[in-house]
Structure formats: C-alpha cells, structure tokens
C-alpha cells in the first residue's frame, strides 16, 4: 500500500512543539530547550534531531543540501534526503550557496555560508557537561549557576594527561558569553565558522530531546586557557589530491601498495566545485 | 477562508523565525494574512502567530477591550487554555488593550526560572506602526553591529521590558506585529537604547 504523507511527513501539532522550542532557542543562544521529540522513521542516532527540525522549517520553495561528514552522497546523508524529497517535493542540491537549508551531520562547509540559510547540525549528546555529570538535573543546575568548572577540568585533564586538549571533535563553545555548549561532533576546524556566523544555526538531538540555537553575530568562543590556547587540526603544508586544495579540512587517505598518505577536502562539493571550475 | 494551514503558516514560521534570529528585521506576512477573513477583534497578523504556537499545551491571557471574546476565540480556535498572567506562556497585549496594560503584561509576565530559563512568556504586542526609522537601536545577538526601529504603542515598553529581563536568561521574548501584517521580534537577549536627538 502507498501512503500519502502530510506535507513534510510531520502532523501540524509536531511541527509546532519543535517551532516553540526552536524559536525559544533562537532567544537563548547555547541553552538547550527540552521538546517533545518524535518517534522517526530512521533510527534514533542516525540524525533525527536534525531531521525534526529541517521538517518543522521546510517549504515548498526551499532548496535542501543534506551533508553526512562532508559527503553529500553516504547513506545518511541519501536517507534524510530521500525520506525529505518524498514527502516534499522539493528541491534538492548539493551547492552549499544555492541551498537555503543545509543539514549536516558533523562538518560546517568549507564554502561560507550566507545571511538568510539556516545550518541544522545533527547531534548526538547535546551536554557538554555530560562527560563528568550523569544526572540531567544535575547539568541542569550547573548551566543555571553557570557553573562550568567541570568542563574546564576537563580539558585540564587532558592537558595533564597527554600534553595538550585531545578533543577531537566537539569541542565545547561559551556562546554569548553565557551557555558553554556543545558544538556537535564537528572538527575543531570548524569552531570558528560558529562565531559571528552569517547564517542561523539550529542544532537537535532526537535521542536526548534537545534543541538549541547559535543566531547569526553571535559570539561564540572555544574553551581553551591562557597557556594552552585553542588550536585546530594541523593542515599545513598539505594540499587535496584531487582539486589541489589548501587551508581546508582534509581526510587522511593511505594508499596501501605506496604506503603513502595522501589527502583529499573533507567537503566533497566543494572539492568538486573546485575540479568543475578547473575543467571550465 | 483560503489560508493553507500547512503552507501558509509554514511561510509565517520562517518568517517569524527569521526576525527572532535577526532581531530589527521586520517581516511582512501580508501575502498569508490577507487569506484570513475572520472577524477575531486581532489583527490578521497576530491570528497567524496564534495559529503557528499556540494548541492544547500552552496558556495564554489577553489584553484587549474584549478581553472575554477573543479569549474566548482562540481557545475555540487553538484549544490552548486561558490563565492569568504570571502563569502564561502566551501572553497577547492587542491594540485595543488599554493604556497602561502592556506595561502590567510585560511586569507580570513570567521570566521563567534559572533552572527553565525557555519558560519565560512570549508576548504578542499588537503596535500601531512598525518600521525601520531610527528611534531605537538595538544591538545583541542576531545583529551585525546596531539594528535601528520604531514601534509606535500606546504603552512605554522599553523600560518595563529592561526590568523584566533585568537578570539574562531569565526573560520574556516579544513579537510585535501591526495593521500592516509586519512582524518584528525582540528576544530577551536584544539591547535597546534610544537615539539621542541633536
């Protein structure tokens, strides 16, 4: 049998419990608003915080980029936007500058983004406060008093234990001076695109309820200490190997029979839009 | 009445989100408001916003010469629930509110708590006009160096509002609207100062 969905698969009544608790996040920039999150026809963790909320902003004249680690085209990435497509209509691209709405699992696009597009970051556990306090109540009153002693330990333990902050994504944030936040499991690379942002951010976590905002020209800045400033994955000297690329987020590729390693951009469409503008 | 309940209110949704996040950016939803021909003693831009937030859950209380009317309406419309004051998460100052009125609104609104700062009011604010003139600046988060705007009420907001949202994140947020169909937002967040003259 085939069914006909609603308009954006979601009932009236879903899209606005998540439009409150999206506009409510947009007033406080790093706070995390519970909402009623929705039971989603793909797997709690595969992104359905992200989806909530694509599908509560979506209409008819959007253009929708969905990105998985920087690839367009890995199954995540497919299945958000097949499941969008269909029960849309609307367009999809792969163009970071064409796209009004971009949902992204882990990265922020090389391509910078623009007044007007709204960013929807997948998340997985949205406490940053998490690692050391199980109890949400607990995080809770922490963020209330602005307590934030735990996170900075955190990264001074690391400090102790390995000579620098291990990080390796999430890298918590203080937004608006107030909220430490968690980023999403974006690279540390990808941090500053979050501070005085031209485009509004939205990020939600299906699993744990959450969804909290960064607005455009906010302030958001890296945890980090006097001695031990924050610093980003290293790329220097390394160039992509297809479009010949600097000064962007890079994955590592060995070759096995050279033993070689070589480097490829991370954002796979705007590797290409750099190859299609070589070609002409 | 040929309002599209999915798309219409969906284009009202992006609209309204996007002067929340870029607070001085004054919308316009004349294209949905003019859809409506109801008679709800609200402008058509303000039963917009009721129709896109409020339902069963939330609690509203209103401000307005028929106060008992309109209350009566929307909770017909929404099935979201009358209260008092302090305890709406709704609060709806309309423009034939009486002086003096949205000052009370916005004193006794409630700002949440530390612990629930996202339980603070938002308050509709039907204002005689709206626009870009620079009276007010604004500056805060959502605006790239100062904002400027006018809103024309029959109340002085500005000094209720800073006492209300005195202690951040405690707060209320406010959307105005006008007989324009204009929509312009103030998150707790936003800074008012006036423009010096001269």
């Known amino acids: 049998m085939r069914m006909k969905y609603q308009f954006a698969f979601f009932d009236e009544g879903s899209k606005r419990e998540i439009r409150r608790a999206t506009l409510k996040a947009v007033a406080i920039p790093g706070y995390q608003v519970p909402f009623a999150s929705r039971e989603m026809p793909i797997a709690r963790g595969w992104g359905t915080g992200g989806l909530q909320l694509t599908l509560s902003l979506v209409g008819k004249d959007d253009r929708l980029k969905v990105i998985d680690q920087g690839s367009d085209e890995s199954v995540n990435a497919v299945n958000i936007k097949e499941l969008i497509g269909k029960t849309t209509g609307i367009a999809i691209t792969e163009e970071t500058g064409e796209a009004t709405l971009i949902q992204s699992r882990h990265r922020i696009p090389e391509i910078p983004l623009h007044a007007g597009q709204i960013l929807v970051l997948q998340v997985p556990l949205p406490e940053p406060l998490r690692y050391f306090e199980p109890s949400e109540y607990e995080t809770k009153k922490l963020h209330a008093e602005q307590e934030y002693s735990g996170a900075w330990l955190m990264l001074f333990e690391q400090i102790m234990k390995y000579g620098h902050m291990s990080t390796g994504a999430d890298h918590p944030v203080l937004v608006h001076k107030r909220y430490v936040m968690a980023p999403s499991p974006i690279p540390r690379f990808d941090n500053s695109k979050l501070n005085d942002s031209e485009a509004l951010i939205l990020l939600g976590a299906g699993r744990e309820k959450k969804i909290y905002a960064v607005p455009p020209h906010t302030e958001v800045v890296s945890l980090d200490f006097e001695d031990f400033p924050f610093v980003v994955e290293p790329f220097q000297g390394v160039s992509c190997r297809l479009c010949g690329a600097r000064g962007v987020y890079m994955d590592e590729v060995h070759d096995e029979e050279t033993g070689e390693t070589l480097y490829q951009c991370n954002d796979t469409s705007y590797c290409l839009q750099r190859l299609n503008e070589k070609r002409g | ?198």
């Open chain 2, 1 to 198: 009445m040929n309002l599209d309940l999915v798309h219409d209110l969906q284009a009202v949704y992006r609209k309204t989100l996007a002067s929340m996040s870029c607070p001085g950016l004054i919308s316009n939803i004349r294209e949905q408001a003019g859809k409506l021909d109801w008679e709800t003693g609200c402008f058509s831009s303000t039963v917009l916003l009721i129709l896109m937030l409020l339902d069963t859950e939330k609690r509203f209380k209103v401000y307005s010469e028929q106060e008992e009317a309109t209350t009566w309406l929307i909770n017909q419309l929404t099935y979201a629930q009358a209260t008092e004051t302090e305890q709406a998460d709704f609060v709806l100052v309309l423009n034939t509110a009486r002086v003096g009125d949205l000052e009370e609104a916005l004193r006794r609104a409630n700002p949440g708590n530390l612990l629930n700062p996202h339980k603070g009011a938002t308050v509709f604010v039907e204002a005689d006009a709206l626009s870009g003139e620079n009276e007010l600046i604004l500056c805060g988060p959502g605006i790239a160096g100062a904002s400027y705007i006018s809103v024309r009420t029959k109340g002085s907001w500005i000094e209720a509002r800073a006492a209300k949202n005195f202690e951040y994140p405690l707060g209320v947020d406010l959307i105005f609207t006008d007989s324009g169909d204009n929509v312009l937002c103030l998150p707790r967040t936003t800074q008012i100062a006036r423009q010096e003259v001269g």
